[in-house]
């Protein structure tokens, strides 16, 4: 079984700083995908960024050079500065192991004056 439990989300101004954290636990094999989608209201499920156990990372155009996704072994986070209107959104983390996804429950990420 694998679980993640993801925290930081939250309400924030325009242009303000979160930091989402993943923890992934359970039977994982030490080559993986971690990642963070979003989804708001009325929208399919959009891929934010991922990162792979090399280091290897990737992100949407829309959240270049304002997103940052890290890891420490079985935690991934999601340093979100610039934030904008459009930003607002459930975020749920993934972890993709050998093409088996499993996601966390998301958390609300709301960016509003």
């Known amino acids: 079984q694998v679980q993640l439990v993801e925290s930081g989300g939250g309400l924030v101004q325009p242009g303000g700083s979160l930091r989402l954290s993943c923890v992934a636990s359970?039977?994982?094999?030490?080559?993986?995908?971690m990642g963070w989608y979003r989804q708001a209201p009325g929208n399919q499920r959009e891929l934010v960024a991922t990162?792979?156990?090399?280091?290897d990372s990737n992100y949407a155009d829309s959240v270049k050079g304002r997103f940052t996704i890290s890891r420490a072994k079985n935690t991934a986070y999601l340093q979100m500065n610039s934030l904008l209107p459009e930003d607002t959104a459930v975020y749920y983390c993934?972890?993709?192991?050998?093409?088996?996804?499993?996601w966390g429950q998301g958390t609300q990420v709301t960016v509003s004056s």
């Open positions: 993934n972890l993709n192991i050998r093409m088996q996804e499993h």
């Open positions: 359970g039977s994982i094999f030490r080559l993986n995908t």
């Open positions: 990162i792979h156990s090399s280091g």
